[in-house]
């Protein structure tokens, strides 16, 4: 199966709504909750989590050095 979203911007190659990359299911998406995901893609949605998680403990650091 295959879908268009409308939040896509071809060009960019990347989510309008959320600025950054698709990966569809990913928090904020407009299919978030809705679609039951591949197997592929759930791992794509935990992995950007991670990332996420990473970046957000790596700020806290600095502010707490600053
Ligand atoms: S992340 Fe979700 S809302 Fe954004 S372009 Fe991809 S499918 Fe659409």
Known sequence: MTFHCRNYDLNLDQCRKLHDDCIPG???CAL???VKL???LEKRVAALEE?????RAGKSKKARRS
């Open 51 to 55: 990332k996420k998680q990473r970046q």
């Open 26 to 28: 990913r928090r904020g």
């Open 38 to 40: 591949s197997e592929e």
């Open 32 to 34: 978030e909750g809705k």
